[in-house]
C-alpha cells in the first residue's frame, strides 16, 4: 500500500502571550488557542517505523510554544505568520494551515480567530 499525504493535526493548543494594541493588551498576557494541520508524504515513515523519516510533531510545538510565549504581538495576523511560518518549515511540508482564536476579543462573541494557510505544491 502507498500512502501520498499524511496530516497532523495539533488542536486546541492552549497559550499565553501578549497580543493586542490596547493598553491593557499590552500589560498583560491573555490566552489563545493554536490549531494547527500539517499536510506530508509520510510514505518513510510509514515503512521504516523510524522517527527520523517522521516529521516530529513535538518538537514543531515546542518551537510554536517558545515563539508564541516569549513574542509581543500586536496582531493576530502577525501571530498567525509566525506560528504558519514554524508550520511549514521543514521540506517535507506540502501544506499547512493555522488558526488563532483570541477567546474573549469582543464582547458577545466566544472568540475572534485569524487562519492562514500556505500550500508549497
Known amino acids: 500500500m502507498t500512502l501520498n499525504q499524511a496530516t497532523i493535526r495539533i488542536k486546541n493548543l492552549r497559550l499565553r502571550t501578549f497580543i493586542g494594541i490596547n ?9 489563545i488557542i493554536v490549531n494547527v494541520r500539517i499536510d506530508y508524504c509520510a ?12 516529521l516530529n510533531y513535538r518538537t514543531i510545538t515546542k518551537k510554536i510554544i517558545e515563539r508564541v510565549e516569549n513574542n509581543r ?10 506560528i504558519l511560518s514554524i508550520a511549514s518549515e521543514h ?22 480567530s485569524m487562519s492562514l494557510s500556505c500550500n508549497k505544491g
Open 91 to 112: 521540506n517535507w511540508v506540502k501544506s499547512a494551515e493555522v488558526e488563532v482564536d483570541k477567546p474573549h476579543a469582543l464582547r458577545f462573541a466566544d472568540s475572534v
Open 43 to 54: 510514505n518513510q515513515a510509514t515503512e521504516s517505523d523510524n522517527m527520523d523519516d517522521a
Open 23 to 31: 493598553t491593557d493588551e499590552i500589560k498583560n498576557k491573555q490566552d
Open 73 to 82: 504581538f500586536s496582531l493576530l495576523e502577525k501571530l498567525t505568520h509566525d
